[in-house]
């Protein structure tokens, strides 16, 4: 059947109207395209209308990005350099906050 199986549209039906006004029945076929789609266990051809498509895409390359950052960020040498980093952070933050607790004398 032709459906989008993302979103569900589908056929649509409606009448011609002649000049005479001797109505026949159309149809309206949705912009369908078959797109293999990634799943945890393999890969799946589905159909989707072309603005699912689009989100669908999208999805996927989002989903390689953040894939390939989160495994980037997770190398030993990175992750010593970010914790060092913070603890840097929280001694300049303490260090603020008892400069500005200490009363100036005049």
Do not use: W, Y
Not at 74 to 101: F, G, M, N, Q, Y
């Amino acid at each position: 059947m032709l459906k989008c199986d993302r979103c569900g549209k589908g056929v649509l039906v409606g009448m011609n109207v002649s000049h005479s006004h001797i109505r026949t029945k159309k149809r309206s076929n949705p912009n369908l395209h078959t797109f293999r789609v990634k799943i945890a266990g393999g890969s799946e051809k589905m159909r989707f209308c072309t603005k699912c498509l689009r989100i669908v895409k999208k999805q996927q390359v989002d989903a390689l990005t953040q894939t390939e950052k989160k495994t980037a960020l997770e190398t030993p040498e990175k992750l010593e350099v970010r914790s060092t980093l913070a603890e840097e952070i929280e001694k300049a933050a303490d260090k603020a906050s008892e400069k500005k607790a200490v009363p100036q004398e005049a």
